[in-house]
């Protein structure tokens, strides 16, 4: 009996234990089933958020690839690490010859600075995004405008800037148009204000004496007849002078607001037939006029108004800083496929430190005439300004009480 109890409690004993192991046995399994659900919640949650990266990342770059905006991605360091198309057609460049380069190797030599300045900014300042006008390079040489706007954004443990490159040549063409009329109408209203008030005061000044005299009796008037002669002949020098001021401001507005209309001209025969007018202007101070040329007909590409210009200039030029009884002489030729004019007179020249002004708007280098003839200071700028808009080249020779030498270039 005493046996037969205890196996009985053994077995009892046995049973409890079981029944624990079971129990504890469940509580795992049910852990491990909560650990699993959740492990496979994550999972689903990472799939999803790596689902979403990817439409996102699709979608950028859809936006950064195919946009019509030129965009790049650079790092703080200025080294470009992705490019799009719309700027490899702006700047002329593959992406392979783009990629890993610093931007400031195409900036234009007097714009490297914009970029250091967009680098401090985003980078050191901290600032979200930052927006400068700048100049950039093209493979051929050629230079444009163009906005830049960088954004600053993370990806992974790097900070990178996402720049969007619009060319703004249009518009800064526009800018430096508004910029010339502006100008111009500061040289209207400088010359009005000064060269002139003078000639118009001397006009009604001359005006008001012939009035008062001739209203006197016949017998004065005979008296003063001299003087009355003198007065007219201020009149009629004062009002050339006011008018040629005039013509002038009106050309360089028109210089600079017109573009060329180039013909195919003889330069032979159209300097010929201007030569006969100009004449007039040189006899007045028994100067001999002479032109030079082979005979041959020398064409050249010229607007046929504008050029006038440029002769009557260099022409009255050289009949103004000639003494009486001087000679000038014109002289055509063509050098190497490109054409040469040269207008030489033996008047009083022009002093070394003068010449580097010379083709300057209101030049330092202006002076009166051998016969007190007044000047602007605008002939041989206008000349520049016409020779440029050819393409050609303008330049001086010259040596006091030797004469000047101008010579011009035409391709």
């Given amino acids: 009996m005493p046996n037969s109890k205890t196996n009985q409690k053994t077995s009892q004993a046995n049973s409890t234990s079981s029944e624990a192991e079971i129990l504890a046995l469940r509580k795992e399994i049910e852990q491990l089933r909560l650990e699993n659900a959740a492990a496979y919640e994550k999972l689903n949650t990472q799939q999803a958020i790596h689902k979403n990266f990817e439409v996102s990342h699709s979608r950028f770059e859809a936006i950064f690839y195919q946009s019509v905006l030129g965009q790049k991605i650079i790092s703080a360091d200025l080294k470009i690490t992705q490019v799009n198309e719309a700027l490899q057609r702006m700047m002329g460049y593959s992406k392979a010859e783009l990629i890993g380069t610093r931007i400031t190797e195409f900036a234009h030599p007097d714009f490297v600075l914009d970029w250091q300045a967009l680098q401090k900014k985003l980078w050191e300042e901290q600032i979200p995004s930052f927006q400068i006008e700048t100049c950039l390079l093209n493979k051929d040489g050629t230079s444009f405008w163009c906005r830049v ?206 010449l580097a002004t010379v083709f300057q708007k209101f030049t330092k280098a202006r002076r009166q005439g051998t016969n007190g003839e007044p000047t602007t200071g605008l002939g041989l700028y206008i000349v520049k300004q016409i020779i440029d808009e050819h393409k050609g080249r303008v330049w001086i020779e010259s040596q006091v009480d030797a004469g000047t030498s101008v010579f011009i270039e035409l391709p």
């Fill in 149 to 354: 706007t960088s954004i600053l954004f993370q990806d992974q443990d790097a900070t990178l800037g996402f720049t969007i490159v619009e060319n703004i040549d249009k518009r800064k063409l526009l800018e430096l148009e508004l910029k010339k009329l502006y100008d111009n109408q500061e040289t209207i209203m400088h010359m009005v204000a000064h060269d002139l008030k003078s000639p118009i005061n001397n006009i009604m000044m001359a005006a008001r004496f012939l009035k008062e005299n001739l209203e006197e009796s016949g017998e004065k008037r005979q008296e003063k007849a001299e003087q009355i002669l003198s007065y007219v002949n201020l009149i009629s020098e004062t009002s050339d002078r006011a008018l040629h001021l005039i013509s002038e401001l009106l050309l360089i507005g028109e210089i600079e607001s017109r573009y060329l209309t180039l013909e195919e001209t003889d330069l032979k025969d159209y300097i010929q037939l201007h030569l006969n007018s100009l004449r007039i202007v040189a006899e007045r101070k028994c100067i001999s006029l002479m032109f030079h040329h082979t005979g041959k007909p020398v064409f050249a590409a010229i607007d046929r108004d504008k050029f006038r210009w440029v002769l009557e200039n260099l022409l009255s030029n050289a009949v103004k800083f000639s003494q009486e009884n001087g000679q000038i002489s014109l002289t055509l030729k063509e050098v190497g496929g490109k054409k040469m004019l040269q207008v030489q007179d033996n008047g009083i020249g022009i002093p070394a430190e003068l």
